[in-house]
Nanobody
Framework: QVQVVESGGGTVQSGGSLRLSCKAS????????IGWFRRAPGKGREGLLCISKSDEVTYYSDSVRGRFTVSRDNAENTVYLQMNSLKPEDTAVYYCAAEYGPNDGRTSSWSKYDYWGQGTQVTVSS
């Protein structure tokens, strides 16, 4: 069964850090671009960043540049989102998604992503 599962969400104080995991099953994560997205309360889906098949990182949102980083562990078939200096406005449900096609994560168009997780809640308290 092909799926991606996010984990690692929780509640953290402003200025704190969290690391989210995106575990893939049914496919090899190194063959896909993996993007991270979020949906804050009352807002639409926002693309954050992506790691390409060749491990190039593209930031979709300037709001997380310099605070969020992404890495891939092929042995664990997992991609990680390290979030530092968290702010209350980072509160959202965070999703990872896998893209196999030629876009390779260059654009944040969500329709290009093939597999989506169910999301993990991140809450940042002030």
């Amino acid at each position: 069964q092909v799926q991606v599962v996010e984990s690692g969400g929780g509640t953290v104080q402003s200025g704190g850090s969290l690391r989210l995991s995106c575990k893939a099953s049914g496919f090899t994560v190194r063959d896909y671009a993996i993007g991270w997205f979020r949906r804050a309360p009352g807002k639409g889906r926002e693309g954050l960043l992506c790691i390409s098949k060749s491990d190039e990182v593209t930031y979709y949102s300037d709001s997380v540049r310099g605070r969020f980083t992404v890495s891939r562990d092929n042995a664990e078939n997992t991609v990680y989102l390290q979030m530092n200096s968290l702010k209350p406005e980072d509160t959202a449900v965070y999703y990872c998604a896998a893209e196999y096609g030629p876009n390779d994560g260059r654009t944040s168009s969500w329709s290009k992503y093939d597999y989506w997780g169910q999301g993990t809640q991140v809450t940042v308290s002030s």
